[in-house]
Nanobody, 116 residues
Framework: QVQLVESGGGLVQAGGSLRLSCAASGRTVSSYDVRWYRQAPGKEREFVAQ???????FYDEAVKGRFTIFRDNAKNTVYLQMSSLKPEDTAIYYC??????????WGQGTQVTVSS
């Protein structure tokens, strides 16, 4: 069992930065893959970034070069550093843990709003 709690969302102007946090409990984040997804109004949830248990990182093309996913094992937290934000980045951002089974766990989401 894994519990995920996102935080760090908010309102920011285009070109600004935000850092989202995904605090995990139940199991150490270095033992499973963690992904960030986002869902904009009227759109389907889409993949944003992933960090694997071994530390490999993957990004959607839309955020590559602007977003960075990383983790702090001591804090059992995965972060999404977002820079050069655009209005189209506006969405609810969700943290996802993928464990063997497969078993999927989701956080409650955090709202990111980028104004033009």
């Amino acid at each position: 069992q894994v519990q995920l709690v996102e935080s760090g969302g908010g309102l920011v102007q285009a070109g600004g930065s935000l850092r989202l946090s995904c605090a995990a409990s139940g199991r150490t984040v270095s033992s499973y893959d963690v992904r960030w997804y986002r869902q904009a109004p009227g759109k389907e949830r889409e993949f944003v970034a992933q960090i694997t248990w071994s530390g490999d990182r993957f990004y959607d093309e839309a955020v590559k070069g602007r977003f960075t996913i990383f983790r702090d094992n001591a804090k059992n937290t995965v972060y999404l550093q977002m820079s050069s934000l655009k209005p189209e980045d506006t969405a609810i951002y969700y943290c996802n843990a993928l464990l063997a089974g497969p078993r999927n766990y989701w956080g409650q989401g955090t709202q990111v709003t980028v104004s033009s």
